[in-house]
């Protein structure tokens, strides 16, 4: 069973930066796909970005594009996302995830995601 950890959240002004990261354990992580997702009072959770399995290829959701990276580290078993130029709307509850399904996945959907942390709080002030 794969235990997930977030941590980096907290509040910082617009346009300031944090380092968001996820710490797994008890799995392979390095045969799955890995995915922040964030979700805001009164909404859904909502996809922001993924890294496949070796770290070869990523994918971001439009609003978080040239602002955010995503990357991992197999060797510590780690996931991070880099949050850059951060705006208000991006305040939510950030949370990392591990495919179903290993190998070279790229759905974007939270029903593709089987493994989830609790979630670490990102505050943006205007």
């Known amino acids: 069973q794969v235990q997930l950890v977030e941590s980096g959240g907290g509040l910082v002004q617009a346009g300031g930066s944090l380092r968001l990261s996820c710490a797994a354990s008890?799995?392979?992580?390095?045969?799955?796909?890995m995915g922040w997702f964030r979700q805001a009072p009164g909404k859904e959770r909502e996809f922001v970005a993924l890294?496949?399995?070796?770290?070869?290829?990523?994918s971001y959701t439009d609003s978080v594009k040239g602002r955010f990276t995503i990357s991992r580290d197999n060797a510590k078993n780690t996931l991070y996302l880099q949050m850059n130029s951060l705006k208000p709307e991006d305040t939510a509850v950030y949370y990392c995830?591990?495919?179903?399904?290993?190998?070279?996945?790229?759905?974007?959907?939270?029903?593709?995601?089987?493994?989830w942390g609790q979630g670490t709080r990102v505050t943006v002030s205007s």
């Open positions: 995830a591990r495919h179903r399904t290993p190998g070279l996945t790229y759905t974007r959907s939270p029903g593709d995601f089987g493994s």
């Open positions: 008890g799995g392979t992580f390095s045969r799955y796909t």
């Open positions: 890294v496949t399995s070796t770290g070869g290829s990523t």
